[in-house]
């Protein structure tokens, strides 16, 4: 790995209640204290946002959002604004996690305009692109992480600008929740191909400074396997977030 701060993500996804949520970042803030040298972000449910940014203060670790939309405010029922993100606290947001693309019909358009409204409010766009295993199959990996980067940065792309602290998370659906992760050569493919991409519409600097994080099925036994890889800067962990043992463990391991 280059010159680049690892970070390793907690997506709690639907998950904890705010005693729950308090009670878990206190036990990875507990474990994780001694240990320096990466970013830690954790992204609770809108409803832990608040309680856990009161759990967080004194300790190192990030808040974030796992998605918002890309108007400041307005009649959008059942929708959270950036602005609203930045007011409690957070720092980063998660957008276009493939549970969002599959599950809630979120479109790459969607997605560049949130990313382009964080960017505006100074919240740090984690950008998820990733292919079905059907997709995968048929050998269309590569092509659709291009799809969903050119859809998806469209703004940037128009710009010829992207946001320096924008981070690209590689997670393959296949390997979300399955227990299957992708091996190690798989997802340096992977992030290779999202550095050069950015490389050659970005350039150099941009490309270098990038973190690329893998998420799917991500353990403390994997990860640092992952880690050794060139372009892998980190993770974006989902079920082994919510246990404060595995998390926790997962930071310690991967700095190897
Ligand atoms: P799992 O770690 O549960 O596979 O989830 C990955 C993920 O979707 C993180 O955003």
């Known amino acids: 790995m280059a010159n680049r701060k690892p970070l390793i993500a907690g997506n709690w996804k639907m998950n ?23 970013d830690v972000l954790v992204c609770p449910p809108f409803t832990a946002l608040s309680a856990v940014k009161k759990a967080l203060e004194n300790t190192p670790i990030c808040l ?33 996690h493939s549970e969002r693309r599959l599950l809630f019909g979120e479109s790459d358009e969607a997605v560049d305009r949130k990313i382009s409204a964080a960017v505006k409010l100074g919240l740090t766009p984690i950008l998820c692109v990733g292919e079905t295993l059907a997709q995968r199959e048929r050998g269309e990996t590569l092509k659709i992480l291009e799809t969903q980067l050119t859809g998806s940065l469209a703004h940037s792309l128009k710009d010829k600008a992207i946001d320096p602290k924008l981070i690209v998370a590689y997670e393959p659906v296949w390997a979300i ?45 994997n990860i640092s396997e992952l880690m050794a890889q060139q372009d892998i800067d980190g993770a974006l962990v989902g079920g082994a977030s919510l246990k404060a043992d595995s998390f926790v463990g997962i930071i310690k391991n991967s700095q190897g």
């Open 64 to 96: 974030g959002g796992q998605n918002m939309h890309w108007e400041r405010a307005g009649a959008f029922t059942g929708e959270i604004s950036g602005q609203m993100l930045t007011d409690v606290g957070c720092t980063h947001v998660i957008l276009g």
């Open 177 to 221: 929740g399955t227990g299957k992760t992708a091996s190690p050569h798989q997802a340096q493919e992977a992030h290779a191909f999202i550095r050069k991409w950015i490389r050659s519409n970005f350039g150099n600097q941009a490309a270098e400074a990038m973190r690329i994080l893998y998420g799917g099925s991500v353990k403390p036994d």
């Open 16 to 38: 904890l209640t705010i005693n729950e949520a308090v009670s878990l970042v206190n036990s990875v803030a507990e474990g994780i204290k001694d240990h320096q040298g990466m």
